[in-house]
């Protein structure tokens, strides 16, 4: 297993190392199922290495999510609540945008500021938001099957806020609602993962479109689906810690996976050359 050298990771490998799965797409390597720790390990480097921008990131998570709930309180629409925050997952990758950017400069040996990881969300703009809209239609179609399957189980007239976790956990319909609405919840963040996992950083990263890099995304996923098994677990498992701590938890959460998804597309997928 190949190291990654200093706190700006940059993963060094030789070319044999990737193979090429397309003729128009990068070539890509194959790794060990525990790859992800490094990941982390990686992630937690350039978390410790610009303090200032990942703490900015994680605050604006935290206060975004307080806000999100209030509104959502203020309108009676409680019940929304829980999709909300997992379609939240959905829209992660892009949010990170400006991590991916720290970790890029970090690597490069320069400074990450507030100006220049704000500015990378011009760099392949339109391609960016090309795929900033495929997650957002994700996220738009998650909430309208959630709001479905809601109203199959407890018909259209919501609980009350007072009785909303016990009729949703501890009701005749909990084990049918919950199953469900896992199975299709899952199905569209695979769909979200798979094509969203390299795709940003690469957009990042080098002049190609949206398309192209989508493709690498899944065929990323679908070479190393068993380490890319482990990092969605543990995506989920890191958002959903930070969720469970009132949202304060996502002030750590959230620049880790960031900084760390930045590691992930650099280690699997070949440099420009």
Known sequence: MADIWSHRGAAHFH????????????AIRTVAPDRPWVWLAAGWRDMSASPMISFAYGALAVVSSFLLVAGLAMQDLHYLILPMAAGFMLLGPLFAVGLYEASRLLERGERPTLVKVIGAYRRNGMQIAGIGLALMLAMLAWIRVAFLVFALFFSMEPPAFDQL?????????????????TILGGVIATAVFAISVVSIP???????????????????VRENWRPMLVWAFLIALFTAA????????????????????????????QPER
């Open 165 to 181: 976790i016990d009729r949703i956990f501890f009701s005749v319909q909990t084990i049918p609602f919950l199953l469900t609405g």
């Open 15 to 26: 070319d044999s190392q990737f193979h090429k799965t397309s003729s128009f797409l990068p």
């Open 242 to 269: 930070g969720m469970v701590t009132g949202f304060l938890g996502l002030a750590l959460a959230l620049p880790l996976i960031g900084h760390a998804s930045w590691h992930c597309y650099r280690d699997l997928v």
């Open 202 to 220: 690469m957009l990042l990263d080098r002049e190609t479109d949206v398309f192209t890099a989508m493709a690498t995304s899944v065929a990323v």
